[in-house]
């Protein structure tokens, strides 16, 4: 299961390898729709670290990387973030975007 993260566990949970970022929150239809297929990638994608911020627990977070509507998902590489997808999007959308950066 993909884990929910906190500010402050975020910076070391994405300076290393792929990391895709689910910004959330649970009032979020989409986000909803989304999560089944997160969960799903989180277990075929082994080299991919699939975490999830709930923005409404971790504001400062939301804000820091202009969280404008949800689901948004953001794709860090060795810290950096590479990608950002928004909305809810079929789980082979998100893997070939995914699997590019490994």
């Given amino acids: 299961m993909a884990k929910i993260i906190n500010s402050i566990e975020f910076d070391d949970t994405v300076k290393e390898g792929v990391v895709v970022v ?6 979020c239809g989409p986000c909803k ?12 994608l082994e080299d991919v670290n699939f975490v ?16 404008v509507s949800v689901p948004t998902m953001k794709i860090f590489k060795d810290g950096q973030e590479v990608d950002t997808l ?17």
Avoid: C, H
């Fill in 33 to 44: 729709m989304l999560a089944p297929v997160f969960e799903e990638l989180n277990e075929e």
């Fill in 52 to 67: 999830k911020v709930d923005i409404d627990q971790s504001m400062d977070l939301a804000q820091k990387f202009r969280i």
């Fill in 22 to 27: 689910d910004f959330f929150a649970t009032w």
């Fill in 86 to 102: 928004m909305g809810f999007m079929p789980k082979e959308a998100i893997k070939s975007k995914v699997e590019a950066y490994l």
